[in-house]
């Protein structure tokens, strides 16, 4: 089901308010860890975690998580940081591979900054988009937040 999205209207909210990854009935999913992605200098805004099965756990417990034909929807987290100091402030903060049930708490961390989640869902993976800024900041990468929306939208694979 390619292109269904789950949005709210463009809402700032605090870091209380702010949704982390949601799980629905895969609740063994929230232990699965996502790996921070070098984004380079060409998205000095951007904080990247996919999913990380380079240790071969998805392998060996794959035959556990099979409910009917869907066996795993990966999870990838983009970040869109207002300015690149925000984004190199958090990324030093956060750890490079973190479970999935711990990105609401990371987000909690961040009490000075506001949030709007959007949540992309494609075939086998669903997208998280943050847009995060200070809590005094007007958010100044509007056109940037449409393009990557638009690009995820667009895309039959996403990473």
């Given at each position: 089901?390619?292109?269904?999205t789950q949005?709210?209207?463009?809402?700032?909210?605090?870091?209380?308010?702010?949704?982390?990854?949601?799980?629905?009935?895969?609740?063994?999913?929230?232990?699965?860890?996502?790996?921070?992605?070098?984004?380079?200098?060409?998205?000095?805004?951007?904080?990247?975690?996919?999913?990380?099965?380079?240790h071969g756990?998805?392998?060996?417990?794959?035959?556990?998580?099979?409910?009917?034909?869907?066996?795993?929807?990966?999870?990838?987290?983009?970040?869109?940081?207002?300015?690149?100091?925000?984004?190199?402030?958090?990324?030093?903060?956060?750890?490079?591979?973190?479970?999935?049930?711990?990105?609401?708490?990371?987000?909690?961390?961040?009490?000075?900054?506001?949030?709007?989640?959007?949540?992309?869902?494609?075939?086998?993976?669903?997208?998280?988009?943050?847009?995060?800024?200070?809590?005094?900041?007007?958010?100044?990468?509007?056109?940037?937040?449409?393009?990557?929306?638009?690009?995820?939208?667009?895309?039959?694979?996403?990473?």
């Amino acid at each position: 089901m390619v292109g269904i999205t789950q949005e709210r209207e463009f809402e700032w909210q605090s870091h209380h308010e702010v949704s982390g990854v949601d799980f629905g009935a895969q609740f063994l999913q929230r232990s699965y860890e996502v790996e921070k992605v070098a984004t380079g200098s060409g998205a000095p805004h951007m904080i990247l975690y996919k999913p990380d099965i380079s240790h071969g756990t998805f392998e060996s417990l794959k035959p556990l998580f099979r409910i009917g034909k869907e066996i795993i929807k990966w999870k990838y987290i983009v970040f869109l940081f207002n300015t690149p100091d925000l984004k190199d402030e958090v990324s030093a903060l956060w750890p490079s591979r973190v479970s999935l049930r711990s990105i609401k708490r990371m987000l909690e961390h961040l009490e000075d900054c506001e949030f709007k989640r959007v949540k992309v869902r494609k075939d086998g993976m669903t997208v998280y988009l943050y847009a995060v800024k200070r809590s005094n900041e007007e958010f100044v990468l509007q056109n940037e937040w449409n393009r990557l929306l638009c690009f995820i939208r667009a895309r039959e694979e996403i990473f």
